[in-house]
């Protein structure tokens, strides 16, 4: 049983405002490693295989959602793909990956890329909610500079066809 006195005691406590900015790093895994090289040095993306369903799963994971096996299987799936959900975003943001204020509007989706049977969010470059659809082919445009994260590649574009 808590005390009176204890809890006066918990009320009359003195609190000082601070605001703290942490930072921190963490080891990302030898699945997110390897598919952040390939976009890298090669401005390919990987997916891996799950050895019992045969689902691909991009970004790769460690372990099939479905089957709970350990996925080991690794191949290029293509850098197109088809629209699965997309949206404009007209609200202004701080982007999480940069720190910095996301400009409006812009135009983002999951997208399900050939050869995957899983889908992934990205930016595209369309703005215009008229232009985009569900069902949408697209294509990944990657960045000259590449430094090995989901940001290489810049946005996608939609594909004429």
């Known amino acids: 049983m808590v005390s009176v006195q204890k809890v006066e005691a918990v009320k009359e406590a003195l609190r000082v405002p601070f605001r703290m900015k942490l930072e921190f790093d963490y080891a990302m ?35 099939c959602g479905i089957c709970f096996v350990e996925t080991r299987d690794w191949g290029e799936v293509s850098d197109e793909g088809t629209l699965v959900g997309c949206t404009v975003v007209d609200l202004p943001f701080i982007d999480p990956m940069t720190g910095e204020r996301r400009p409006v509007p812009y135009g983002f989706a999951i997208i399900r890329l050939d050869g ?12 215009d909610p008229k232009r985009m659809y569900v069902g949408q082919r697209v294509k990944a445009v990657f960045r000259e500079q590449r430094t090995g994260s989901l940001q290489d590649i810049l946005h996608f574009r939609a594909v004429q066809g």
């Open 29 to 63: 895994g030898a699945h997110a490693e390897r598919f952040f090289h390939a976009l890298r040095d090669h401005a390919r993306i990987l997916g891996v295989k799950c050895p019992a369903c045969k689902r691909v799963y991009v970004p790769p994971r460690p372990v």
């Open 116 to 127: 995957a049977d899983t889908a992934m969010y990205h930016f595209l470059e369309e703005t």
